[in-house]
């Protein structure tokens, strides 16, 4: 495996070496590969249920030889501002205490998870840079979202919160998603330190997927649709994986 390894590292420097001056020289075409993190703030509907959210995501695709992009963007969504209170209220004991199987105080912990991916279409515009393969780069896009409560209780056992029983407590939410990201996309003629960064911006509009919710039996479950939005930045670093240029022979 780690002979696997050394040998798609060298690979992918050795393509990427190979076009340094293509980059320099012209506007190129090339595929992308880059991981991004991302920090974002919610509002509107979601707001209601969570709080600052991280991203952990990549951006994949192909951008032309008119520096426009086409791909695939999606993101792990992670966080632990769970802004829902009482959801355990009627578990707790007269002691105030949540107890595991063993009848010892358990540990409930919770947590904000979710996933988007979305199809991205944009462009890159040559403005200060060093090259016409940087510059401003926008992209919008659409596709799905989903989000959740994650409920844990580490290594303790709490049987009405194991298994299905955590579906009654978890928000799960679904729906098509939209975004937008405006920045700056680096394209090094050196080939090696590539890097985008800029303001990201979601909109959800999603519905529960639950019937009902444990803690609340009596309340029916809104079957509205909401608007989940998200707004920050985020900053990547990217592969490009060039074509080998035929090499050139001169005679006297």
Request: hydrophobic share 40%.
């Amino acid at each position: 495996m780690n002979k696997w390894i050394i040998f798609l590292s060298f690979s992918i420097i050795h393509l990427v070496s190979n076009a340094q001056r293509n980059v320099k020289d012209s506007i190129i075409g090339t595929p992308w590969i880059g991981v991004h993190y991302g920090g974002n703030w919610t509002a509107a509907d979601l707001a209601e249920n969570y709080g600052y959210m991280s991203h952990v995501g990549f951006l994949a695709g192909y951008k032309t030889n008119k520096n426009w992009f086409l791909g695939v963007d999606a993101n792990f969504m992670f966080g632990n501002q769970v802004r829902i209170t009482g959801l355990f209220d009627h578990l707790v004991d007269s002691y105030g205490n949540i107890t595991d199987i063993n009848g010892d105080i358990a540990k409930v912990l919770v947590f904000a998870r979710g996933f988007n991916a979305n199809v991205a279409i944009g462009k890159v515009f040559p403005v200060l840079s060093p090259n016409n393969n940087s510059g401003i780069f926008v992209h919008v896009g659409m596709g799905y979202l989903l989000h959740k409560i994650r409920v844990e209780t580490q290594d303790q056992v709490v049987p009405v919160l194991e298994l299905d029983y955590k579906k009654g407590y978890d928000r799960l939410t679904i729906g098509p998603n939209f975004h937008e990201f405006v920045g700056y996309s680096f394209m090094s003629n050196g080939g090696y330190f590539n890097f985008y960064g800029g303001f990201y911006f979601q909109q959800g509009l999603t519905k529960n997927q639950r019937t009902i919710n444990f803690d609340q039996p009596d309340v029916p479950v809104s079957t509205a649709t909401k608007l989940d939005v998200q707004y920050g930045f985020k900053i990547g670093w990217f592969i490009p994986f060039y074509k080998r240029l035929p090499k050139d022979y001169y005679f006297d």
